[in-house]
Structure formats: C-alpha cells, structure tokens
C-alpha cells in the first residue's frame, strides 16, 4: 500500500493529454467566472508587487536612517574624546 502512495505522490507527473483534461474540466466547473478569477490573480500579483517594492523602499530608508545614526554617534564620541581636533589638523 505504502509504494502505491510513493507512486501516486512522486512518480507521477501529468502528460500533456492529462492536463489538457484538467484544464476542460476547470473551463466546465468555472465556466463564466474564469475571466474574473484571472482578473483577481491579476490584480492579487500587482498588489504584491507593490508590496514588495514599498517593502524593499522601506528596508532603504531603515539602513540609511542607521548609517546616519552611527555616523552621528561616531563623531560623538570623537567629539568627546578629543579626536575630531587632530583630525581637522591633518
């Protein structure tokens, strides 16, 4: 029974006549609502791209707010430990 399983679950991939069936068989159970649910996909896949790229903008912003904010505590600590007057001599 186990093998039978394996097969099903790793050694079988639809040819091209069994996709062509399952792709009938989707046109007959959605019929007149395929071109919505494609719209949905659609419209779904530019609202992750949006996501994606205002995610990517904001992860910009982060680092470069944190790079100022270590090159603002960096010259703090020079400015304290008297370093930033030999450094203007140079």
């Known amino acids: 029974m186990t093998e039978f399983l394996q097969y099903l ?3 079988w991939t639809p040819g091209p ?3 062509i069936i399952i792709l009938v068989i989707a046109l007959l159970i959605f019929g007149r609502r395929l ?4 719209r949905s996909i659609g419209k779904s ?4 791209k949006k996501g994606l790229h205002e995610a990517k903008e904001t992860k910009d912003e982060l680092v ?3 790079k100022k904010v270590k090159d603002d505590v ?4 020079k400015d304290a430990a008297g370093l930033n007057d030999y450094d203007e001599g140079d």
């Open 74 to 77: 960096v010259d703090e600590v």
């Open 45 to 48: 896949l530019t609202e992750f």
């Open 17 to 19: 006549i069994e996709i």
């Open 64 to 66: 470069d707010d944190i």
């Open 35 to 38: 071109p919505e649910i494609a």
């Open 9 to 11: 679950a790793f050694g």
